[in-house]
């Protein structure tokens, strides 16, 4: 190309979008075994004295009888609640705050009352989950995190474009899998790529990302296929 603008043109054109966006869900209803693999424990016991519900991190391995003070509060753990009452349910919620995404969690009690468990950057929260999880290829190409999670994922030197013809196998079977994703999966979410051939070591250069629902990321099963998508690409 004979200038910069005709090259931005041309890439421009043989940028390949898959797009859908409907209402992102503000609230999730998630089984206790969530909480664990985020690296909770759902307890139930005293907080300052009164009766509470409310969480812990694992790895401190709370148990009946522990008493400790955490930001001036003090808990008293009579219960690591393993099965969740019928009549009890527990959800979280993706909100922006202080500019940046952030994840709540809430125990709904009888009353359906809600407590909240805990607030925590979204960001912090999904690369904890997806290191718990082995999900490598997430952390690998996680960009930033709001009521949507951005993955980016670059090889190899930028040029010029390839057109749809172009495209190796693999690279139209992700296009197409990750269409699915969205479309099927999670019903919001924006998936481009740019492809510019293979390097001298016959290995694909290109760019790509990926936003999804930040919501439902916190369904495993569709954090794993996303990562298996990215791991396929990047092989």
Do not use: C
Not at 98 to 125: K, Y
């Amino acid at each position: 190309m004979s200038t910069e603008f005709e090259r931005k043109h041309h890439n421009a054109l043989n940028t390949f979008v898959r797009e859908k966006w409907d209402v992102i869900p503000e609230e999730m209803e998630v089984k206790l075994k969530s909480l664990k693999a985020w690296g909770f424990d759902l307890i139930s016991g005293l907080r300052d004295g009164k009766a509470a519900v409310f969480v812990a991190p694992r790895e401190k391995g709370r148990s009946a009888g522990d008493v400790y003070e955490e930001e001036g509060e003090t808990f008293e753990v009579q219960e690591v609640i393993k099965r969740l009452p019928r009549n009890e349910r527990l959800t979280i919620q993706v909100t922006l705050q202080e500019r940046r995404g952030v994840v709540q969690a809430f125990h709904h009690g009888p009353d359906g009352e809600p407590t909240l468990l805990f607030t925590l950057p979204a960001g912090e929260l999904l690369l904890a989950y997806f290191k718990k999880h082995r999900l490598h290829h997430l952390i690998q190409a996680f960009h930033s995190s709001g009521l949507t999670t951005e993955f980016i994922l670059k090889r190899g030197e930028e040029g010029l474009a390839r057109d749809f013809d172009q495209l190796p196998p693999k690279m139209r079977r992700l296009l197409r899998e990750a269409w699915a994703t969205i479309r099927k999966e999670v019903d919001s979410g924006r998936f481009t790529l740019v492809y510019f051939g293979e390097d001298k070591d016959h290995k694909p250069r290109f760019v790509l990302s990926w936003l999804l629902p930040t919501i439902q990321l916190f369904h495993v099963d569709v954090a794993e296929k996303a990562d298996k998508l990215l791991g396929a690409v990047a092989a």
